[in-house]
């Protein structure tokens, strides 16, 4: 009697030690898991996040108001270099490397600022010209006539002039060719007080 509680002692005290090593390596395994799974989300890199700041249309109404009222323009105040975005929030372009394209914006003097795509890229000219309009609510008549200069340098450029009540606003579009042979449009986006010349204004 003695040796069998004995012998069911040993099964049990076995049977109890089984399963404590079995749960814990059940516990290692699943620290593990977690670990790695931390570690490869750690290693991916967050979607990066453009500022609301950022979004061109609100750049360029920012800047055409301070023309209407004849404020000075500040190069400290508005030149960048970085990325710009739709009304989304979404990069304007992506350029050959497959990174958001950069935009380069430069105050030239206290009247006139230039807006210009630094890279070559999957940019949709048209589209952000017709975003920017409508942004500022310009009517069709507000699309001046513009006489291209007969020089080598405007023979694959695509001039659009507008006049926003107190300034003017100009697209100039050419296309660029990347080191890779790939063809791309380079945008620039001209902020003036005064017409450019070629402006046919009635």
Known sequence: ????????????????????????????????????????????????????????AMTIRSLADAIKVGEPLDSTEYDFLGVLTDGQGAPLYTDVQGSPGVWVIDVIDNKNVSIRNLYLGDLLPGDLETYIIQSLSLPESSLLEFETPDAADYDDTSIRVYDFGGGYLRFEIRSGIAPNGLEGPLLTIILSAKAPAGSVIS
């Open 1 to 56: 009697m003695h040796k069998d509680a004995y012998t069911e002692n040993q099964l049990n005290n076995r049977y109890f030690l089984t399963l404590m090593v079995v749960l814990i390596l059940l516990t290692v395994i699943s620290c593990r898991g977690g670990e790695e799974k931390r570690g490869i989300n750690e290693s991916m890199p967050d979607k990066e996040e453009f500022h609301a700041d950022n979004d061109i």
